[in-house]
């Protein structure tokens, strides 16, 4: 078993100054077995040769309870940045049921992001604080067998991550489904607005050079630059929003003018994207 060592870090630069919740505790990382083709961490990864799907690096627990103790408890921690917190990886080793246990001796909020169904088995909601707790689950394609047939991640499929959600917020956790990223190409409207659950996070594809060979879609429309990425223009991704119905909506933005969009006109929290419920700002 490989030590993962890097497993806090404060995000700087451009998403560090965008997103309200920049410190990251990773319970796993350098790998992640949903091997997602499109994964910000293995395009960094990959190349340096550091980027192994099957046998992640998992965090000393005891390190970790270390760091909480000296965490402020006015902010959030993100669990699952770099790899995600409840792959079957956890029902191994525990190290994210031990780190939730910690938060909430502590009474630090955490904001956990996943693509695993496992976050709805008994033992984690027994555990999670539903007033420290805040959950968002990854959802890109809406249908199992178009899901499989796509092949560009390997998490649970579709129907399991929303029966889960379904859970969660029946449960009373705040929970938001993660359209993240989202490309048109995949989205089944009406299975989307289907879904009970209230809050929706949007986070619309930014395309590099390591994205177009991952996706068989049309790359044309994305034509503002910046940052060394392209995106829709803001006037396409609104015309997309309407088709979503039911959801109360907030969009996380990387370009520019989008973003100043979104907080100003849009979103539900001008200061919070992540549209967290009874937080601490």
Not at 14 to 38: F, P, Q
Not at 57 to 75: F, G, H, N, Q, T
Not at 193 to 199: F, Q, T, V, Y
Request: net charge positive; aromatic share 12%; glycine share 4%.
């Amino acid at each position: 078993m490989k030590e993962y060592k890097s497993f806090y870090k404060e995000v700087a630069g451009n998403e560090g100054s965008k997103c309200h919740y920049n410190t990251r505790l990773d319970t796993y990382g350098c790998g992640c077995e949903h091997d997602c083709s499109y994964c910000y961490a293995k395009s960094l990864l990959s190349f340096r040769g550091l980027w192994d799907a099957k046998n992640p690096s998992v965090a000393d627990i005891e390190k970790i309870r270390k760091k909480i103790k000296k965490l402020p408890k006015d902010k959030v921690v993100r669990i699952g940045g770099m790899t995600d917190c409840f792959a079957n990886v956890e029902l191994r080793h525990r190290v994210t049921y031990e780190t939730i246990k910690a938060l909430n001796e502590a009474g630090i909020p955490y904001l956990i992001v996943t693509k695993s169904d496992n976050i709805a088995r008994p033992e984690y909601l027994k555990i999670m604080d539903k007033e420290l707790a805040h959950i968002q689950v990854t959802i890109t394609c809406f249908d199992d067998a178009k899901y499989r047939k796509l092949k560009y991640e390997k998490a649970p499929v579709p129907s399991k991550r929303i029966r889960a959600v379904e859970k969660l917020q029946k449960e009373g956790f705040d929970v938001a489904i993660r359209l993240s990223p989202f490309i048109p190409e995949f989205v089944d409207y009406e299975k989307l607005n289907a879904i009970k659950c209230d809050k929706l996070i949007v986070e619309f594809l930014r395309v590099n050079s390591w994205i177009e060979k991952w996706f068989d879609i049309d790359y044309s429309e994305y034509t503002v630059k910046e940052g060394g990425y392209r995106h829709l223009p803001l006037e396409k991704k609104l015309e997309l929003i309407k088709k979503i119905q039911g959801k109360e909506i907030s969009v996380c933005e990387d370009e520019s003018r989008a973003y100043e969009y979104w907080k100003n006109e849009f979103n539900p929290n001008k200061e919070d994207c992540c549209n967290l419920r009874s937080v601490v700002k």
